[in-house]
């Protein structure tokens, strides 16, 4: 279905935005009643870049749908009258974040920035993510660049970060590319881009992180190494006493999977089994972020050990590699997503459970040193959904320049269609010296 259509776009852009509309298109028709919505300002917009031409064929096109994609006749009918009135401008934002719904870029299209970061750097904020495509989750496009001057509108800068197609490349089309956080290097006027790489054909079993940098804040960016984490190197927060136990460990039968989720090997794992298991490797790296502090030094953030346990590990001063200083954080706690800030000496830390592409409860930590001890809290959110996650997992945490005020990044992902993922992006307020994010089904952030 989808092949036939492609045919009716004349110009690149237009092929490269097509899936998203038409996901559009299918999803408005599809909903109960179909009514004043297929008019709404984001299915105007859906359309903008269509020609009258393409407009013309795409009535004709869609008559030719098989039935079951309208909940009744009337449905075609209405939307095929529609189609001729709609061509708006190119959108144009109000100001406002409205969490969980379609957030349009300037050209109207669905922002493709998943799992991402923003960067706020010289009076301007990029925005990096996962570009994802309609039918998997794995990276055929690579890391998309969005900029904006209001935290709402947002321009298409396209792809910062391109997959290749040389075949065992770290980075061939198809390999699992995630969380991508882009930080400016002041030092080497840098900026320089870490995310969760995992090889193509191989799952999920790579587990490695992945480094690159670029003169310029859309790209490109150039590859330089992806691998698992500092080899042979103890976390600083396990005594000797404590390496010589975990290099001991399993306790259990010879494969540590073998009881999995035992108490003794739930023991087992806080007391750094999968650490030890993995020292001359080095140490997996999934779910991450990367923290600059106001010191100016930066700490890559992962979920490590299988997803059981946290690390915090510091990066050089040009930010591309570690320095060997790391910790284990939360051992056997299960965290993933995690997106951090600080303030007023206090870092804080939300993460979720491990649950895949489904929604789960927020977690909470703080400490008053990057090195701990951290503290567990209760989930942060409040408001419909807030056991959830508003439906989304956790991201990235952005302090806006030149204020106390942080704003809340998750994702709501769709696994069966991932381009279809959406944004929840709340600011961060304070109950009991504690930071709780609020569900607001719209606001806006130059009234912060
Ligand atoms: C989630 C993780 C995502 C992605 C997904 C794959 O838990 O946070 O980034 O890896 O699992 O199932």
């Known amino acids: 279905m989808q092949g036939d259509f492609r045919k009716i776009g004349g110009d690149n852009s237009y092929l490269s935005v097509f899936d998203t509309k038409f996901s559009y298109i299918c999803e408005e028709i599809r909903k109960p009643p179909f009514n004043g919505r297929i008019y709404s300002r984001v299915f105007l917009a859906s359309l903008a870049n269509f020609a009258t031409e393409n407009l013309r064929q795409l009535r004709a096109y869609i008559l030719k749908l098989p039935l079951k994609y309208f909940m009744k006749l009337t449905h075609v009918l209405a939307f095929v009258t529609a189609l001729p009135l709609a061509q708006a401008p190119v959108f144009a934002g109000d100001g406002s974040i409205r969490p969980g719904e379609i957030w349009p870029d300037n050209t109207g299209v669905h922002i493709n920035a998943h799992g991402g970061g923003v960067l706020a750097h010289d009076g301007k904020y990029y925005w990096y993510g996962?570009?994802?495509?309609?039918?998997?989750?794995?990276?055929?496009?690579?890391?998309?660049?969005?900029s904006s001057d209001n935290l709402s509108d947002w321009t298409n800068c396209g792809v910062a970060l391109k997959v290749v197609d040389t075949e065992g490349h770290d980075l061939e089309r198809g390999c699992v590319l995630e969380r991508p956080k882009v930080v400016y290097n002041a030092?080497?006027?840098?900026?320089?881009?870490?995310?969760?790489?995992?090889?193509?054909?191989?799952?999920?079993?790579?587990?490695?992180?992945?480094?690159?940098?670029?003169?310029?804040?859309?790209?490109?960016?150039t590859y330089l190494r992806s691998g698992r984490v500092l080899p042979g190197i103890y976390p600083e927060n396990m005594s000797l006493a404590e390496r010589r136990e975990a290099?001991?460990?399993?306790?259990?039968?010879?494969?540590?999977?073998?009881?999995?989720?035992?108490?003794?090997?739930?023991?087992?794992?806080?007391?750094?089994?999968?650490?030890?298991?993995?020292?001359?490797?080095?140490?997996?790296?999934?779910?991450?972020?990367?923290?600059?502090?106001?010191?100016?030094?930066?700490?890559?953030?992962?979920?490590?050990?299988?997803?059981?346990?946290?690390?915090?590990?510091?990066?050089?001063?040009?930010?591309?590699?570690?320095?060997?200083?790391?910790?284990?954080?939360?051992?056997?706690?299960?965290?993933?997503?995690?997106?951090?800030?600080?303030?007023?000496?206090?870092?804080?830390?939300?993460?979720?459970?491990?649950?895949?592409?489904?929604?789960?409860?927020?977690?909470?930590?703080?400490?008053?040193?990057?090195?701990?001890?951290?503290?567990r809290h209760k989930n942060p959110c409040r408001g419909p959904k807030a056991e959830l996650t508003f439906g989304g997992q956790s991201t990235y945490i952005l302090n806006v320049p030149g204020t106390d005020n942080f704003i809340f990044m998750a994702d709501i992902w769709r696994p069966k269609h991932p381009s279809d993922a959406r944004y929840v992006w709340l600011p961060i307020s304070w109950a009991d010296g504690k930071p709780t994010v609020e569900w607001q089904q719209e606001w806006k952030p130059g009234e912060l």
């Open 130 to 146: 996962e570009h994802k495509s309609d039918h998997t989750s794995s990276a055929l496009v690579g890391v998309t660049c969005y």
């Open 187 to 221: 030092l080497t006027g840098k900026y320089v881009m870490w995310f969760h790489l995992e090889l193509k054909g191989k799952g999920y079993a790579a587990a490695r992180y992945g480094v690159a940098t670029a003169d310029n804040p859309e790209g490109p960016f």
């Open 247 to 375: 290099a001991a460990l399993p306790r259990l039968a010879s494969d540590p999977w073998a009881e999995a989720w035992s108490e003794p090997w739930r023991s087992d794992v806080r007391l750094g089994m999968f650490n030890a298991r993995d020292i001359v490797s080095g140490q997996m790296a999934r779910d991450m972020t990367v923290f600059v502090d106001d010191d100016g030094k930066a700490y890559h953030i992962f979920s490590s050990e299988e997803n059981l346990t946290l690390v915090i590990a510091e990066l050089s001063a040009d930010y591309t590699s570690h320095t060997g200083r790391y910790i284990r954080v939360a051992p056997g706690d299960q965290n993933e997503a995690p997106a951090i800030f600080k303030k007023d000496g206090t870092y804080w830390m939300i993460t979720s459970g491990c649950t895949g592409w489904d929604p789960n409860e927020a977690r909470m930590y703080s400490a008053t040193s990057i090195w701990g001890p951290w503290t």
